[in-house]
T-cell receptor, first 110, second 116 residues
Framework: GQSLEQPSEVTAVEGAIVQINCTYQ??????LSWYQQHDGGAPTFLSY????GLEETGRFSSFLSRSDSYGYLLLQELQMKDSASYFC???????????FGKGTRLSVIA | GAVVSQHPSRVICKSGTSVKIECRSL??????MFWYRQFPKQSLMLMAT?????????EQGVEKDKFLINHASLTLSTLTVTSAHPEDSSFYIC????????????FGPGTRLTVT
């Protein structure tokens, strides 16, 4: 089976940097994805790491260490609109569903 | 990116009635679609995998006779909640796998079901 652990809540100040960690246990590993979900909305894709290292996309970066079964999402220059839930997720190759972590609710405060 | 639509976006029904939710891939074909359910402040939980031309695969604990899934074409999957009860009130989201190497999945906007 697959399981992912991430903190339930994080609060950070506008303009700051926040890191959301994710540890996972999977029978086979084919990459770690991150999704953002605003209240009442659908998840939107943020990033994907298949290999170790850092992937950067604008203000968001994602890191993966396969040896540690660990990854994180880094959000820089936080904005109020970044307040949302963030999910790490894994899936098997092919047409398989995502398995999500329980999600981290990020609150950005002024 | 690929677009997935869902209809209705919000529905209120009485206990004991049935509700049909449609999920469409608008600009691509999806032989497989996934149905998730999300309760407030919780994660997305996979309910079933919908396969075009064959029976859906349900996750453990999901009643296939209560949640009927039909993948009628390469662009349409439907979820029917039969004999709905208040505990079925939830946010239902469909998704389709992408074809890119990033393993992105494309999600519909979701359907908020309230059973009174």
């Amino acid at each position: 089976g697959q399981s992912l652990e991430q903190p339930s809540e994080v609060t950070a100040v506008e303009g700051a940097i926040v890191q959301i960690n994710c540890t996972y246990q999977t029978s086979g590993f084919y990459g770690l994805s991150w999704y953002q979900q605003h209240d009442g909305g659908a998840p939107t894709f943020l990033s994907y790491n298949a290999l170790d290292g850092l992937e950067e996309t604008g203000r968001f970066s994602s890191f993966l260490s396969r040896s540690d079964s660990y990854g994180y999402l880094l959000l820089q220059e936080l904005q109020m609109k970044d307040s949302a839930s963030y999910f790490c997720a894994v899936r098997d190759p092919g047409n398989t569903p995502l398995v999500f972590g329980k999600g981290t609710r990020l609150s950005v405060i002024a | 990116g690929a677009v997935v639509s869902q209809h209705p976006s919000r529905v209120i029904c009485k206990s004991g009635t049935s509700v049909k939710i449609e999920c469409r891939s608008l600009d691509f074909q999806a032989t497989t679609m996934f149905w998730y359910r999300q309760f407030p402040k919780q994660s997305l939980m996979l309910m079933a995998t919908s396969n075009e031309g064959s029976k859906a695969t349900y996750e453990q604990g999901v009643e296939k006779d209560k949640f009927l899934i039909n993948h009628a074409s390469l662009t349409l999957s439907t979820l029917t909640v039969t004999s709905a009860h208040p505990e079925d009130s939830s946010f239902y989201i469909c998704s389709a796998p992408g074809t890119s190497a990033t393993y992105e999945q494309y999600f519909g906007p979701g359907t908020r079901l309230t059973v009174t």
